[in-house]
């Protein structure tokens, strides 16, 4: 069946080292993977995306890797800054499956000044 | 700019109650998907509206429905409440992808508590 598979639980890091967050799927025809921020109390929000098309994308402090035969994907992290303490979630989208999201667990980050 | 509403933000109901929680898509999309998030836990899929019909659903029992009206906004009902549906349901909207992705933007959620 479907399901994202997410790395590490919690993250710990001070403040300018770099995260790296991993999310296996399943789903071989999973072409979108998103990847949200989500604050105490708060909304999930997009802060980065990738399609099966490309490999890596960036976004300042932000990057996404995709290794399509691995059905691996990651979220890095540069300078970290205590405003970065979230939980983020992986999700990986179906071709044949419209919009459904598949989510991951969640990885709770914290970043130590 | 408008983006995605929901309402009521919390809610306490009692088991066997039924409720119904509401979302307006941000402007511009017209279709809306549901999520329930349990605590600690990634969002889980529960189905999707589209030109007012259900589009897709997930691993949800058949207490858990929905409607969307011609402005594109949309319910979700769920009956016979139970202990296990306390969660965070959050709504999220987009434009109809047709096989192209495109992101999904939430709205802040309804907090239902059940006791």
């Known amino acids: 069946g479907e399901n994202v598979e997410q790395h590490p639980s919690t993250l710990s890091v001070q403040e300018g080292d770099s995260a790296v967050i991993k999310c296996t799927y399943s789903d071989s025809a999973s072409n979108y993977f998103p990847w949200y921020k989500q604050e105490l109390g708060k909304r999930p929000q997009l802060i980065i995306d990738i399609r099966s098309n490309v490999g890596e994308k960036k976004d300042q402090r932000i990057a996404v890797t995709l290794n399509k035969t691995a059905k691996h994907f990651s979220l890095h992290i540069t300078e970290t800054q205590p405003e970065d303490s979230a939980v983020y979630f992986c999700a990986a989208r179906g071709l044949y499956n419209t919009d459904k999201l598949i989510f991951g667990t969640g990885t709770r980050l914290q970043v130590f000044p | 700019d408008a983006g995605v509403t929901q309402s009521p933000t919390h809610l306490i109901k009692t088991r066997g109650q039924q409720v119904t929680l509401r979302c307006s898509p941000k402007?511009?999309?017209?279709?809306v998907s549901w999520y329930q998030q349990a605590l600690g836990q990634g969002p889980q899929f529960i189905f999707q509206y589209y030109e007012e019909e259900e589009r897709q659903r997930g691993n949800f029992p058949d207490r858990f429905s929905g409607h969307q009206f011609p402005n594109y906004s949309s319910e979700l009902n769920v009956n016979a409440l139970l202990l296990g549906d306390s969660a965070l349901y959050l709504c999220a909207s987009s434009l109809p992808s047709g096989g192209t992705p495109d992101t999904q933007y939430f709205g802040p959620g309804t907090r239902l508590t059940v006791l």
């Open positions: 402007s511009g999309h017209d279709t």
